[in-house]
């Protein structure tokens, strides 16, 4: 792969301005076990290699070190008239991630996370309509093609950020887009998920490794030690495209099994975390709890026919998480692009979860990424800033906004969320600041006016993941 130009970082003039503040090593040292531990969480890239669809026939036939060089050459000539033909076969409602993009996004990432400790992206790696994609500009396409070309995708973007961020750890997930089936569908046990678990699990120690892949094969989880300062840290990963309501096998059949074997495997995994006193993350790339975009569109006067929209096909996931909630410091997902936070509820203290918005805007919203704080005693996420783009190009890069200076909370835990939604539910015309604010920022860079059309139903969906206690916060709100 052709380098890209990052400069170089100097190090150096941070350790001369410490010790020249009068600082001994001692107590600079006592300093650094207790600050907190900068983090990028990114999702849903989505990187179009179909952009110029000449190109795609060069990048099949290529390695994926050549890819770069490829994608950075001129555009083909009929560039615009050969993808206005793939987008006719496979319309989509806007643009995903193309090159220039990516690339701003990656050197964005550069200069605002130089100091990240380890990296997480949940999910989504390619192209909306991929297959669909790929059909087209391949139309005599033999066997395998179409997995060969899945696989070459996600690994130039996973060494493409990891170039970008060199010697962080970067833990990945897949998302419902990335499979080398069609959106939503994917095989258990499969030579895509052995070939996929070697890139999502390349940055594991080696002591990790072979169990990371072993487990990825069967089910798309594995499991690994956050790295230090964070004390007894563990992140459990997993693919939920087995639980989503929509999920198919390759062969478009309903399968439960696979679902239920990696909620056994999450159990097991929790178990042991609580039977060592280690303080877990977990991330999965589809949330749980209900849909309140796709809910309010379909019944506009939800409490006498509405029916409320869920993302999994049960609360299995949502049980478990709350189930271990002495246990799970953070739970992380993506899928929805827009920057939001969520509480799991149970009768102990509740679980913390953030949605990471995307760098794709394929949804309207800018792209952005995040800069978290981790608290490394805790492994509590202490405060985090949303970067994002001042357009859809991706032509400068600025913070969004800062969830301290935001919401006035020492941190991104359950009881800060509890009082945050509480505010919120307390204002159903969306009328305070931090209402406002959580609107504006929801689509980042854009301000997504459409939320103020169905505030109390959205709200209500942050605290009640399941249908029913979601449907009586919503009607409780909105009863004359």
């Given at each position: 792969?052709r380098?890209?130009?990052?400069?170089?970082?100097?190090?150096?003039?941070?350790?001369?301005?410490?010790?020249?503040?009068?600082?001994?090593?001692?107590?600079?040292?006592a300093?650094?076990?207790?600050?907190?531990?900068?983090a990028?969480f990114?999702?849903?890239?989505?990187?179009?290699?179909?952009?110029?669809?000449?190109?795609?026939?060069?990048?099949a036939?290529?390695?994926?070190?050549?890819?770069?060089?490829?994608?950075?050459?001129?555009?083909?000539?009929?560039?615009?008239?050969?993808w206005?033909?793939?987008?006719?076969?496979?319309?989509?409602r806007?643009?995903?991630?193309?090159h220039?993009?990516?690339?701003?996004?990656l050197?964005?990432?550069?200069?605002?996370?130089?100091?990240?400790?380890?990296a997480?992206?949940?999910?989504?790696?390619?192209?909306?309509?991929?297959?669909?994609?790929?059909?087209?500009?391949?139309?005599?396409?033999?066997?395998?093609d179409?997995?060969?070309?899945?696989?070459?995708?996600?690994?130039?973007?996973?060494?493409?950020?990891?170039?970008?961020?060199?010697?962080?750890?970067?833990?990945?997930?897949?998302?419902?887009n990335?499979?080398?089936?069609?959106?939503?569908?994917?095989?258990?046990?499969?030579?895509?998920?052995?070939?996929?678990?070697?890139?999502?699990?390349?940055?594991?120690?080696?002591?990790?490794?072979?169990?990371?892949?072993?487990?990825?094969?069967?089910?798309?989880?594995?499991?690994?030690?956050l790295?230090?300062?964070?004390a007894?840290?563990?992140?459990?990963?997993?693919?939920?495209?087995?639980?989503?309501?929509?999920?198919?096998?390759?062969?478009?059949?309903?399968?439960?099994?696979?679902?239920?074997?990696?909620?056994?495997?999450?159990?097991?995994?929790?178990?042991?975390?609580?039977?060592?006193?280690?303080?877990?993350?977990?991330?999965?790339?589809?949330?749980t709890?209900?849909?309140?975009?796709?809910?309010?569109?379909?019944a506009?006067?939800?409490?006498?026919?509405?029916?409320?929209?869920?993302?999994?096909?049960?609360?299995?996931?949502?049980?478990?998480?709350?189930?271990?909630?002495?246990?799970?410091?953070?739970?992380?997902?993506?899928?929805?692009?827009?920057?939001?936070?969520?509480?799991?509820?149970?009768?102990?203290?509740?679980v913390?979860?953030?949605?990471?918005?995307s760098?794709?805007p394929?949804?309207?919203?800018?792209?952005?990424?995040?800069?978290?704080?981790?608290?490394?005693?805790?492994?509590?996420?202490?405060?985090?800033?949303?970067?994002?783009?001042?357009d859809?190009?991706?032509?400068?890069?600025?913070?969004?906004?800062?969830?301290?200076q935001?919401?006035?909370?020492?941190?991104?835990?359950?009881?800060?969320?509890?009082?945050?939604?509480?505010?919120?539910?307390?204002?159903?015309?969306?009328?305070?600041?931090?209402?406002?604010?959580?609107?504006?920022?929801?689509?980042?860079?854009?301000?997504?006016?459409?939320?103020?059309?169905?505030w109390?139903?959205?709200?209500c969906?942050?605290?009640?993941?399941?249908?029913?206690?979601?449907?009586?916060?919503?009607?409780?709100i909105?009863?004359?």
């Amino acid at each position: 792969m052709r380098k890209l130009t990052w400069g170089r970082l100097v190090s150096g003039v941070a350790a001369v301005a410490i010790f020249a503040g009068g600082c001994s090593p001692v107590s600079w040292q006592a300093q650094a076990q207790t600050a907190p531990v900068p983090a990028l969480f990114t999702s849903d890239i989505h990187f179009e290699p179909f952009w110029d669809p000449a190109k795609a026939v060069r990048l099949a036939a290529a390695p994926v070190n050549e890819w770069e060089e490829i994608l950075a050459a001129p555009d083909s000539a009929d560039r615009q008239a050969q993808w206005a033909a793939v987008n006719q076969k496979c319309p989509t409602r806007g643009e995903d991630t193309n090159h220039a993009l990516l690339i701003s996004s990656l050197h964005a990432i550069h200069a605002q996370a130089a100091d990240a400790k380890f990296a997480v992206v949940s999910g989504d790696l390619i192209a909306h309509s991929f297959t669909c994609k790929f059909s087209a500009v391949f139309p005599h396409a033999q066997p395998g093609d179409s997995r060969a070309f899945v696989e070459k995708t996600i690994d130039f973007v996973m060494a493409s950020l990891r170039e970008a961020i060199p010697g962080v750890p970067v833990y990945a997930q897949l998302g419902n887009n990335d499979s080398d089936c069609e959106d939503y569908q994917l095989d258990p046990n499969s030579e895509f998920l052995s070939a996929m678990g070697k890139t999502m699990t390349a940055d594991l120690t080696a002591g990790e490794r072979a169990a990371a892949e072993k487990d990825f094969t069967a089910d798309g989880d594995y499991s690994a030690k956050l790295p230090a300062p964070i004390a007894h840290g563990r992140l459990l990963t997993l693919d939920d495209l087995f639980l989503s309501r929509r999920y198919a096998t390759c062969g478009g059949k309903d399968d439960e099994n696979a679902g239920k074997a990696q909620i056994a495997w999450l159990k097991t995994q929790l178990d042991m975390a609580r039977h060592n006193k280690e303080q877990v993350w977990v991330m999965a790339h589809i949330p749980t709890g209900v849909d309140a975009y796709a809910t309010a569109k379909k019944a506009a006067d939800f409490c006498t026919k509405g029916k409320a929209q869920m993302f999994l096909s049960s609360d299995s996931l949502d049980e478990t998480l709350t189930a271990y909630s002495d246990v799970i410091r953070l739970v992380i997902f993506g899928h929805t692009h827009m920057d939001e936070l969520r509480l799991l509820h149970d009768t102990k203290q509740g679980v913390a979860v953030k949605l990471v918005s995307s760098i794709t805007p394929i949804n309207g919203n800018n792209p952005s990424f995040t800069l978290a704080k981790v608290d490394p005693a805790t492994a509590a996420l202490s405060d985090y800033r949303v970067i994002a783009a001042a357009d859809k190009t991706g032509s400068s890069w600025s913070e969004e906004y800062d969830f301290d200076q935001t919401y006035k909370e020492p941190a991104f835990t359950a009881a800060s969320l509890s009082r945050v939604i509480a505010g919120f539910k307390d204002d159903p015309g969306a009328k305070t600041s931090a209402s406002q604010s959580y609107i504006h920022n929801y689509g980042t860079g854009t301000g997504a006016r459409e939320l103020n059309l169905f505030w109390p139903l959205y709200v209500c969906s942050l605290a009640n993941n399941e249908a029913e206690p979601f449907r009586g916060c919503v009607c409780a709100i909105l009863k004359p």
